[in-house]
C-alpha cells in the first residue's frame, strides 16, 4: 500500500513539473518538431490503412443489420456518428499507444539505463524539457489531427461499400452522412483525443524515464507504457461519454 501511494505521488510531482516546464522559457522548438514528424508523419501509413479498412468493414457488417429493417439508407449517417463520435479518436489513439507509446517507454527508458540523461544534466541542458516536455507536446497536439484524418479517410472507406452497392453518389453520400453531426462531436473528437494523446506522451516518458534494472527496465517500460496507456484510454473515453451524454440531455 506504501509503495502505490509513493507511486501516485511521484506520477503527480512528474505532470505538476511538466506543467512547469512546458510554459517556461526556454522552449525546445527543434526538439517539439522533431516529435510532430516522428508521431504524425511516420504514423500515417498505418492510420491511413487502420482508418480506412475500418470504414470499409463497419459499414459491410452493419448493412445487413440495417436491411432486415429496410433501413440501408441510414447507413451514410449511421457511418459519420460511429466514426465521428467514436471510433476514430479510440482507434487513432489505441495505434499512437501501441506505436508511439512503447517507443517513447523504450527510448527514454534506454536512455535513462545508459545514464544519457544524468550526462545531459551534467552538460547543463534540461533533460526534462527537450525529452519530456517535447514528446507530451506532440503526442498532445498530433493524435486529434491524425484522428481527424482518420475520421475522413473512414468516411472515404465507407462511401466505397455504398456506393458499390447502392451507387449513391458522393454529394449525396456525405449530404446525408454529416445531417446527424455538428460541431459539438467535432469538439469532442478534438478534446478527446488531445487527452488521450497527453495520456499517451505522460505515461510513456514517466515510465521510460523512470527506468531501472537495465535492459529488462528498457522492456518493462515500453510494455508498461502501452498497456497503462491503453487502459486509461478506455476509462477516459467512458467518463467522456458519460459526461457528454449528460450534457447533451
Do not use: H
Not at 23 to 46: D, H, M
Not at 50 to 65: A, M, N
Not at 93 to 115: D, P, R, Y
Amino acid at each position: 500500500m506504501k509503495a502505490f501511494f509513493l507511486r501516485i505521488d511521484t506520477i503527480y510531482r512528474f505532470t505538476l513539473r511538466f506543467f512547469r516546464e512546458a510554459f517556461v522559457p526556454p522552449y525546445e522548438y527543434k526538439a517539439v518538431w522533431n516529435q510532430f514528424f516522428e508521431v504524425g508523419i511516420r504514423s500515417l501509413s498505418i492510420i491511413t490503412l487502420t482508418g480506412f479498412i475500418t470504414g470499409l468493414v463497419f459499414t459491410k457488417q452493419s448493412r445487413s443489420s440495417l436491411a432486415e429493417f429496410g433501413a440501408t439508407s441510414w447507413l451514410p449517417s449511421l457511418m459519420a456518428i460511429a466514426i465521428i463520435r467514436a471510433l476514430a479518436p479510440l482507434v487513432t489513439a489505441l495505434i499512437i499507444a501501441g506505436k508511439v507509446g512503447s517507443n517513447i517507454g523504450a527510448e527514454l527508458g534506454s536512455m535513462k539505463v545508459t545514464e544519457q540523461i544524468e550526462a545531459m544534466e551534467v552538460s547543463s541542458t534540461n533533460p526534462f524539457k527537450f525529452l519530456v516536455v517535447s514528446r507530451i507536446l506532440a503526442t498532445t497536439c498530433i493524435v486529434p489531427v491524425l484522428a481527424i484524418y482518420m475520421g475522413f479517410v473512414g468516411m472515404l472507406g465507407a462511401f466505397l461499400n455504398v456506393y458499390r452497392n447502392e451507387q449513391t453518389s458522393f454529394t449525396s453520400f456525405f449530404q446525408a452522412a454529416f445531417v446527424r453531426i455538428n460541431f459539438i462531436d467535432i469538439y469532442v473528437l478534438v478534446a478527446k483525443s488531445a487527452i488521450y494523446g497527453f495520456t499517451i506522451g505522460l505515461t510513456g516518458c514517466f515510465n521510460g524515464y523512470n527506468a531501472d534494472q537495465g535492459t529488462v527496465g528498457v522492456g518493462r517500460a515500453a510494455n508498461t507504457s502501452v498497456v497503462v496507456s491503453m487502459f486509461l484510454i478506455f476509462v477516459e473515453e467512458m467518463i467522456i461519454v458519460t459526461l457528454v451524454n449528460n450534457y447533451l440531455k
